[in-house]
């Protein structure tokens, strides 16, 4: 759990050190000038801690379905190589779709204005100042979304189908709470990040609803990594002891 929990730290620290930088200096400078290069090295990155995280929250739930499910095998199935080899392929597959993606940007012929209505470089706006045909990179970003929002989330929701149905067949309620609380911290991250992407994907990022659009992307770039800590954090008795430790409380 604390392996999977570091390198979803390094997800929001790698997402938080790209976005917000940028987006201080356009709310303070009320617009800002960067060029296609760090634009695009911008998006390559977002895109990398996006669907790292995605494919770490999904490993997560298969590590609490373990846990809660198969309690007896967890600790032969969950091995030190399991973790590394499951943490190794999150990150494989974050830059392999984000380099995907990333070719498919550098192929736009851009034209025209040059302003981008975002406050960081994203895909929709980028796809805007296209003056050439983006039927087929649509049709390759939508499976790219697919692979990394849906099916992850389709994995999550069975997950949990299955833990639900076991903590029900505990007994004793004592027991039913203590299943339930070694889940409800992810439970509580996977719901805001995913509705939020899901929700993000399904406003139009033209018109009148861009603004919108902007909201939700702030709520994943910036509030979902700062309240993973304080979620998981609060939740967890050994980081409070530690923590406690630490300060002297």
């Known amino acids: 759990m604390y392996l999977f929990l570091g390198h979803l730290s390094v997800s929001d620290i790698l997402l938080i050190t790209n976005i917000v930088p940028q987006m201080l200096k356009v709310i303070l400078e009320e617009g800002a000038t960067i ?27 298969y590590d609490r379905y373990l846990a809660i499910c198969n309690p007896l095998h967890y600790s032969t199935i969950m091995g030190s190589k399991l973790c590394y080899t499951l943490v190794t392929l999150c990150w494989l597959l974050g830059f ?32 805007e100042l296209s003056c050439s045909d983006t039927s087929i990179v649509e049709v390759v970003a939508f499976v790219l979304s697919t692979l990394i929002i849906i099916f992850p989330f389709v994995f999550v929701l069975l997950t949990y189908v299955y833990i639900s149905l076991t903590i029900l067949r505990i007994p004793s309620t004592t027991g039913k709470q203590k299943a339930f609380s070694t889940c409800s911290s992810h439970l509580a991250v996977v719901c805001v990040y995913y509705g939020t992407l899901i929700a993000k994907y399904m406003v139009p990022s033209k018109g009148h609803l861009q603004n919108l659009n902007k909201v939700l992307s702030l709520l994943y770039t910036v509030v979902t990594p700062l309240f993973n800590p304080i979620i998981y954090s609060l939740r967890n008795q050994e980081i409070r002891a530690a923590l406690r430790k630490c300060t002297g409380w």
């Open 35 to 61: 060029s296609l290069t760090s634009c695009i090295t911008q998006f390559f990155f977002n895109s990398v801690s996006l669907t790292a995280e995605c494919f770490l929250l999904t490993v997560m739930s």
């Open 96 to 127: 392999t779709f984000s380099l995907i993606a990333a070719c498919l940007v550098c192929e736009l012929q851009l034209c025209g204005s040059n302003v981008i209505d975002h406050f960081y470089c994203e895909f929709g706006p980028l796809l």
